[in-house]
């Protein structure tokens, strides 16, 4: 057989984008081609002009005649187990997970025992979210390697995501051993440690995976703001940490502003979500901050009404109304007391705020107040005195 012949012929088939010919030849000469003498140079042909599938199944061929000699054999063995893995790794680098895991089962058929087609398919089943199997294959993995932080990383998030906890912990300590900077691991068991109301832990892990963290997403800045909220909403019960409480909800809302900042700095494409909206309208409730609390908790009723009221979200603003009903009852009383020097309260209606005395307000030319907030007229209350 003239190979440079054959080459020349592909070559202008292919120039002239004429790829059926082409195929329709190389399937002639394969035909044709003694594969104890020439297998390589086939093999070259193929690889030359990207027809890299039918040498997998040039390959099988080979292995499958009982005619071709055992060098041959033993060379188109070597040859089908790495093409077979090559094509499934790059096939999962591309996200093309279904092929990749194609490619995976029929290389695994040659090499059963390879660690490493192990550790692919287990990393190919995760990605597709298939815990299960993946934690089949990370654990014969690490039977053999138990020194792998990555695969150790994710056998504790599959097990996390079977709700094991006490596993999900254990290996991904032991991950953190050997990779002290891996910020999934760090945020990981901040995530347990949030769940197992163990607010120190899971505040301190969050600030660690933040720190160790290259890009700094927005999720992970408010990851830590969420444990901050979870922290002080556990106060709420105790009068004794009242000042406590709300300095931990002031850096929990510090926190969610800069996950907001970093949303529009690098506009990321990421879908609403209610978790985020509600906790942000908790956050500024108790803060005080009532109109970007109601701003946040409409924002996450529109989102999923179910869930609104599944966390009977109503509630918050009945408590608002109740807020509102509270200063006008304040306002009322200041009038009817009665003390020596008389004194005006400036209320308004729009943010929900009282001025009094002390309070440095701007004047329009005929004598009325403005709000310091949004500049819209403030209404006067007469008679109060202090």
């Not at 592909?10 to 082409?22: I, L, R, S, T």
């Not at 009817?336 to 701007?362: A, D, E, H, V, W």
Request: aromatic share 14%; charged share 35%.
């Amino acid at each position: 057989m003239d190979y440079k012949k054959l080459d020349n012929l592909m070559k202008n088939y292919h120039d002239n984008k004429d790829f059926e010919k082409a195929e329709k030849v190389l399937e002639q000469v394969i035909k044709k081609v003694n594969l104890n003498l020439n297998l390589k140079e086939i093999m070259k042909i193929c690889d030359d002009y990207g027809y890299y599938e039918k040498n997998i199944q040039i390959l099988q061929n080979v292995l499958n005649e009982r005619e071709i000699n055992g060098n041959v054999k033993e060379f188109a063995e070597i040859q089908i187990k790495e093409r077979l893995y090559n094509f499934a790794e790059r096939c999962f680098t591309d996200f093309d997970y279904e092929n990749a895991l194609s490619f995976g089962f029929k290389a695994i058929e040659f090499d059963n025992n390879s660690l490493e087609l192990k550790k692919l398919i287990g990393n190919i089943y995760f990605e597709l979210e298939n815990y299960s199997d993946s934690l089949e294959h990370y654990l014969e993995y690490v039977e053999v390697n138990s020194n792998d932080s990555e695969v150790l990383r994710n056998i504790g998030i599959s097990y996390l995501e079977h709700g094991q906890y006490d596993k999900a912990k254990s290996y991904l300590e032991r991950g953190l051993e050997l990779n002290p900077d891996d910020s999934l691991i760090l945020a990981k068991l901040g995530f347990i440690f949030l769940d197992l109301d163990d607010f120190d832990n899971a505040i301190k892990f969050y600030e660690s995976s933040l720190a160790k963290s290259v890009n700094k997403f927005s999720v992970e800045w408010r990851n830590l703001g969420s444990a901050h909220l979870s922290h002080a909403l556990s106060l709420l019960s105790s009068k004794d940490d009242v000042n406590k409480m709300f300095d931990i909800l002031s850096r929990a809302k510090k926190y969610y502003d800069k996950a907001f900042e970093e949303e529009e700095k690098w506009h990321y494409p990421e879908d609403p979500d209610f978790d985020t909206w509600f906790e942000y309208g908790e956050i500024n409730f108790y803060l005080g901050e009532r109109d970007i609390a109601k701003e946040a908790f409409l924002k996450a009723k529109s989102i999923n009404s179910k869930l609104w009221e599944y966390f009977e979200g109503d509630d918050f603003f009945e408590m608002m109304k109740a807020d509102e009903e509270i200063v006008q009852k304040l306002i009322s009383n200041y009038i009817k007391s009665k003390k020596k020097k008389k004194k005006f309260i400036y209320y308004c209606r729009i943010c929900k705020t009282s001025y009094g005395p002390l309070n440095s307000l701007q004047k329009t030319l005929d004598g009325k107040y403005l709000c310091p907030k949004h500049g819209k007229e403030l209404e006067k209350f007469k008679d109060i005195r202090f």
